[in-house]
């Protein structure tokens, strides 16, 4: 089948036609990809910033498609379905998964055993699985685990978006930092994630939600998420949000993934306030805050896949989209093809106005 295949760091990834897709085991399934979004995390691991799968590796993880062939022992979905991939699949056995956090669960046994033979494999050599995905390939062997079933009425490009970009951002404000009405929420980075967390921020009833970004035309775009104000990053970010919200917000969102929106975050918080990081910093960098700033109580928290139970939120999400309350098919700014997926990766450190590209199989 073809798939985009990265093969080195720092450079580009090449459209191949032979990757072989094994067939699904008991609890796998056969996925055909119809969808897939570019998203910049998708980017880390192809600068670098990110190792932490062998190459060569197949990325993408904001992918739906249609079940072509279930394992024996998959109930939950049959040939036909719909579907919108995960990263974060639960095994519904750890502590975590029990306590309904099942977003921070390792997905202990839902990999294929290492030695055994790969789900993706090239020439005989196996390839790695992005995040039990890849979805910049033609099919995707997944555990059923790490799928939702939706509504096959809707476009499977809106419905793959909602995968990473709308679960992470609206995730983040309702599941992870539980923004209340009257709030002030300050969010850095208005791309794919960050504008979801303003449309999330709007639709929980923030009273205040300042949108900030260094590309002046993204900042604006905002407005029509429910933005109520814009600023133009720059070193004097900090002391400007802290001075039009006399004092701070209560709620900061990094976007962005750099250390020093993290460090803004975290500085323009009032007392008692939290900032919630969600973009995905390089892997190992460290945050510093100041230690008076953090006696009065405020707190510096992560946020894992918007703190998803996707199972439960994806299909709300997109009823919500269904409904008009949340903005989805005004994201995607390009429909793309797998051969067009590299450029449009490395655009998305530079490019104004894009804000999600979605690949169509
Ligand atoms: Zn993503
Ligand atoms: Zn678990």
């Known amino acids: ?3 985009l295949l990265l093969s080195g760091i720092g450079v580009a990834q090449e459209v191949v036609d032979d990757l072989d897709v094994d067939l699904p085991q008991e609890h796998e399934v056969l996925v055909r990809t119809c969808a897939c979004g570019v998203c910049h995390s998708d980017l880390h691991f192809r600068q670098g910033k990110w190792t932490s799968f062998p190459l060569p590796l197949v990325l993408g993880h904001e992918c739906a498609g249609v079940v072509e062939k279930v394992g024996s022992q998959v109930s939950y979905l049959k040939p ?4 919108v991939g995960c990263l974060t699949p639960f095994c519904g056995e750890c502590e975590y998964c029990l306590s309904g956090r099942m977003y921070i669960c390792n997905g202990g046994g839902l990999n294929r055993p290492e030695g055994g033979k790969p789900r993706l494999s090239r020439r005989g050599k196996p390839v790695s ?8 390939a033609e099919m995707m062997l997944v555990h059923e685990r790490a799928l939702v079933k939706i509504d096959p009425e809707i476009p499977l490009d809106v419905a793959a978006v909602v995968g990473c970009a709308v679960t992470t951002g609206v995730g983040a404000v309702f599941n992870t930092a539980e923004v209340r009405p009257g709030e002030t929420v300050a969010v850095f980075g208005c791309g794919g994630v960050g504008l979801n967390i303003i ?9 205040r939600i300042i949108a900030i970004d260094r590309s002046p035309a993204k900042a604006q775009a905002a407005q029509a998420y429910g933005a109520t104000d814009v600023v133009v990053s720059d070193e004097t970010v900090v002391e400007r949000v802290v001075e039009m919200t006399k004092g701070g917000v209560d709620h900061a969102f990094e976007a962005v993934g750099l250390t020093v929106t993290a460090q803004a975050a975290f500085n323009v918080l009032k007392p008692g306030a939290t900032a919630t990081i969600v973009g995905l910093l390089p892997m190992g960098d460290k945050i510093s805050v100041d230690s008076t700033m953090l006696t009065f109580d405020r707190r510096l928290r992560g946020s894992s896949m918007g703190s998803n139970r996707f199972r439960i ?24 093809t797998l051969d ?5 990766m490395v655009a998305l450190d ?3 106005g894009i804000t999600r590209s979605v690949a169509m199989f």
Do not use: C
């Open 199 to 207: 449309q999330g921020a709007y639709l929980a009833g923030a009273s």
């Open 313 to 336: 939120d994806i299909p709300r999400y997109l009823k919500m989209w269904q409904d008009g309350r949340l903005k989805i098919s005004e994201m995607i700014t390009a429909r793309i």
């Open 80 to 83: 036909g379905d719909h579907v």
């Open 1 to 3: 089948m073809r798939a």
């Open 350 to 352: 530079t490019g104004d």
């Open 340 to 344: 067009e997926v590299d450029d449009a």
């Open 129 to 136: 699985q992005f995040v039990n995905l890849s979805g910049f």
